[in-house]
């Protein structure tokens, strides 16, 4: 268990709906990250928030949103979807924004548009 | 831009078989580099990391040099057991991007048999 939590563990949703994904980040941790895995594209970083302010933006579409509220937690905002947004979606925390610090993985979010 | 090379998998090997997965690397800056395992249905978790050049990450039995020359950070294990069988992935963040964010190779699936 890595202490970072993500609900719901699965989301089956038609397209042009709109979901929201959320994020506990592990006790201590301020950076939170979400990343994209699927078949075709792989694991891709889509945006780093840290104590609150974004702090790094990936290959996130402009459909998807994030923030990260007072409590550190952090939720992704997915709207218009599509077939292709079918993925798993992971949120990671790490202590800092910068570094080597280790981020811990959490279980994912399977999501499935159809 | 940064990004990560991994060899093709699926790889098959039986028990106590020695493990090779090849990782190559671009980077702007000085990169710190990790290996991450994904076990069935479950996220990522830290395997090992090196964070400059000629380090030897290591864990579990598996290790991987950070090789600035050649820009590779391969994994190996000596002997390989069921239970490592898994997805392994090859990562870098790069500071010189100003955040930490991890960017990916496609994935390595390893399947070991009795």
């Known amino acids: 268990d890595s202490g970072v939590t993500q609900t719901p563990k699965h989301l089956i949703t038609a397209t042009g709906q709109r979901v929201t994904l959320r994020c506990s980040p592990r006790?201590?941790?301020?950076?939170v990250y979400w990343y994209q895995q699927s078949l075709d594209q792989g694991l891709q970083f889509l945006i780093q928030y840290y104590n609150g302010e974004e702090r790094a933006k990936g290959n996130i579409l402009e459909r998807f949103s994030a923030q990260q509220f007072p409590d550190l937690h952090s939720e992704l905002n997915l709207s218009s979807l599509e077939l292709g947004d079918s993925a798993l979606y992971f949120c990671?925390?790490?202590?800092?924004?910068?570094?080597?610090?280790?981020?811990?993985f959490g279980p994912g979010t399977r999501l499935t548009v159809t | 831009g940064d990004s990560v090379t991994q060899m093709e998998g699926p790889v098959t090997l039986s028990e106590e078989a020695f493990l090779t997965i090849n990782c190559t690397y671009t980077?702007?800056?000085?990169?710190?580099l990790f290996w991450y395992v994904q076990y069935p249905g479950e996220g990522l978790q830290l395997l090992l990391k090196?964070?400059?050049?000629?380090d030897k990450g290591s864990n579990k039995g598996f290790e991987a040099t950070y090789r600035k020359e050649t820009t590779s950070f391969h994994l190996e294990k000596g002997s390989v057991q069921v239970s490592d069988s898994a997805v392994y992935f090859c990562?870098?963040?790069?500071?010189?991007?100003?955040?930490?964010?991890?960017?990916f190779g496609t994935g390595t699936r390893l399947t070991v048999i009795p």
């Open positions: 090196a964070t400059k050049a000629d």
């Open positions: 990671a925390s790490s202590v800092d924004a910068a570094g080597d610090y280790e981020q811990y």
């Open positions: 990562a870098l963040s790069d500071e010189q991007t100003g955040a930490n964010n991890l960017f």
């Open positions: 980077a702007t800056g000085y990169p710190s």
């Open positions: 006790s201590g941790d301020l950076s």
